[in-house]
């Protein structure tokens, strides 16, 4: 089974609306870390957020918050405002266990594309 | 904050030769380097985890005789794709695992795109 399912391959966004990108994660360790990526197309990976599986918030950072379901093991990330610049693409990863240096399990991504 | 650096950025290469890449840790020692590589419009793909000092783990159906990967000190880990046929052409991507405490726990290279001729 899939560790990490993004079902949307492509989203479009009016340019200062918000949009949000689903997440499904498949784990039965009850301790585990989901993060948000940005993959311009100059290929960097940008941290944009993480959630610890123990955390009672959903985490914030600017205009990204992260809307963590955990009985239905779901991790949207909701982009606020949507600006230009966030077109790309978009990968949920998942690290389980407590171990830091645990590898990540990489979602098929979803490419956004905000429209003027 | 941390930063991870990828040499080179790009490389063109002809079948048959071999291909080294660098992944440095500038600012922090890293003890764990992962490797992965994407395929264009593709999620990143796992290929091996490089512990500092000992042989890496290669995850299933990657050849490690084809993929090389040294880990010879806490800033730095090398790939070196063996000769090198067109199929390998990709984006190949390293992190290291950043000391604890900090929840990006994985800093990105910049990626490294291959094409081999």
């Known amino acids: 089974a899939q560790k990490i399912t993004q079902t949307q391959p492509g989203m479009f966004v009016q340019e200062k609306e918000a949009v949000t990108l689903d997440c499904t994660y498949d784990?039965?360790?009850?301790?585990?870390?989901l993060f948000w990526y940005k993959q311009p197309s100059s290929g960097e990976m940008i941290f944009l957020i993480y959630?610890?599986?123990?955390?009672?918030q959903n985490a914030t950072e600017g205009r990204y918050s992260l809307n963590f379901q955990k009985a239905r093991k779901s991790a949207n990330l909701v982009i606020s405002a949507s600006q230009l610049g966030d077109s790309a693409m978009y990968f949920c990863?998942?690290?389980?266990?407590?171990?830091?240096?645990?590898?990540?399990?990489f979602g098929t991504g979803t490419s956004l594309t905000v429209i003027p | 904050g941390a930063v991870v650096s990828q040499h080179p950025s790009w490389v063109i290469c002809k079948s048959g030769t071999s291909v080294k890449i660098e992944c440095r840790s500038l600012?922090?020692?890293?003890?764990?380097m992962f490797w992965y590589r994407q395929f264009p419009k593709q999620s990143l793909m796992l290929m091996a985890t490089?512990?500092?000092?000992?042989?890496?783990?290669?995850e299933q159906g990657v050849e490690k005789d084809k993929f090389l990967i040294n880990h010879a000190s806490l800033t730095l880990s090398t790939l070196t794709v063996t000769s090198a046929h067109p199929e390998d052409s990709s984006f190949y991507i390293c992190?290291?695992?950043?000391?604890?405490?900090?929840?990006?726990?994985?800093?990105f290279g910049p990626g490294t795109r291959l094409t081999v001729t």
């Open positions: 992190s290291a695992r950043v000391p604890s405490g900090s929840s990006y726990e994985q800093y």
């Open positions: 784990t039965s360790d009850p301790s585990y870390g």
């Open positions: 959630q610890g599986s123990y955390d009672q």
């Open positions: 990863a998942m690290r389980e266990g407590r171990h830091t240096g645990n590898q990540f399990y």
């Open positions: 600012d922090f020692q890293a003890t764990t």
């Open positions: 490089s512990n500092e000092g000992s042989k890496a783990t290669y």
